[in-house]
């Protein structure tokens, strides 16, 4: 059996560690957050939505429309394909309905559920997922930089 003493000096060894383990912990799970695709706030119940798409490019070509739910429950991901091209987007993932990272990996929209993956236009890249996601009637006023989609 342990001494008093030997008991609080491995006690202090432990919360040492733990003092030490806390800061990489926390870098590690802040890693974790989806934060790449930015939230674009635009509260609405409508199932007729405008989404200023000017901040999108190549090289940011998807962001979440914040405040908006579709008709599934999930939120909407637009997506730009091109300069002409883009795509309003179920957030749920077919596979088993999980919902979608707002995040990209590697250019296409990941499901971190069981790893699929979906490109820009929805479509699957990588299964288990096996069915595009839920893609949503838009149309495009490219003087406006906007992008009207019925999520009806």
Request: hydrophobic share 40%; aromatic share 4%; with cysteine.
């Amino acid at each position: 059996m342990k001494t008093r003493r030997e008991f609080l000096t491995d006690m202090g060894k432990m919360a040492g560690g733990v003092l030490l383990a806390a800061p990489i912990t926390a870098a590690v799970l802040e890693g974790c957050l989806p934060t790449s695709v930015p939230m674009v706030p635009m509260p609405t119940t409508s199932t007729d939505i405008s989404v200023d798409v000017s901040d999108l490019s190549a090289s940011n070509p998807a962001k979440v429309v914040s405040g908006v739910t579709a008709p599934d429950g999930f939120g909407v991901i637009v997506t730009r394909i091109s300069d002409s091209d883009y795509r309003a987007l179920s957030m749920r993932c077919t596979h088993q309905n999980c919902s979608v990272d707002n995040r990209l990996s590697s250019g296409e929209i990941h499901c971190a559920c069981h790893g699929s993956l979906f490109a820009l236009d929805g479509s699957v890249v990588v299964s288990p997922a096996t069915v595009p996601l839920t893609s949503y009637k838009v149309t495009v006023d490219p003087a406006a930089h906007l992008v009207h989609a019925k999520l009806a």
